[in-house]
């Protein structure tokens, strides 16, 4: 992931596949996705594990995770 990052020219310390779950969990939940159904699709078996990877009120505008497009 890393490799693919510099070669669209975004910062990649940061980046990688959990960075890109926090996204498109992120990206989901602001479209209005039930947080039930992005438990589900993650895997996890706890709801606070999900809880973790949405960064709705805690996203950082400079975060690699957040300049990615959809």
């Not at 602001?30 to 709705?56: F, M, P």
């Not at 950082?60 to 990615?68: I, N, R, T």
Request: proline share 3%; net charge positive; charged share 25%.
């Amino acid at each position: 992931m890393k490799r693919y990052g510099q070669h669209i020219g975004i910062g990649v310390d940061r980046f990688g596949p959990h960075a890109a779950l926090a996204t498109a969990a992120t990206h989901a939940l602001e479209q209005g996705a039930d947080i039930v159904k992005v438990q589900e699709w993650l895997g996890h078996t706890r709801i606070s594990t999900t809880r973790v990877y949405d960064h709705r009120k805690a996203r950082s505008e400079e975060s690699p995770a957040f300049k990615v497009n959809c």
